[in-house]
């Protein structure tokens, strides 16, 4: 009985280790995903964006001391996969976007 109650907190407690990060301008970056993708390829009914936002290493600034966010998106048209960063100033209350890149993955 031991084990199976340290196994079930060993089991609850990785999930959370592993979780990652959520970054308060998540949702503000999904929503740029859509009108970047719109913005290269036209309005297209097929074009998807996954929720899952990853936050990665943040990038220095060129021009300063400071340090800006970035946000990692995939998004889909037909079978297209595109990878974008959403480049994003260092702020605790708002969403100042700076910078975007966008990737289209191929087997090339």
Partial sequence: MIKHAILILFLVTSGFASAEPVHHCSTEAIAQAKKLLD?????DDR???DK???VLKPIKNPAGKG????LEIYG??????YRMHFIYAQTDNQCLLVGQEILEITNL
Avoid: A, M, P, S
């Avoid at 340090?67 to 970035?70: I, L, N, T």
């Avoid at 889909?76 to 996969?81: A, D, P, Q």
């Fill in 39 to 43: 913005f290269h390829f036209g309005l």
């Fill in 47 to 49: 074009t998807e964006i």
């Fill in 52 to 54: 899952h936002v990853t």
């Fill in 67 to 70: 340090k800006f966010d970035v």
């Fill in 76 to 81: 889909h048209i037909y079978k297209g996969t």
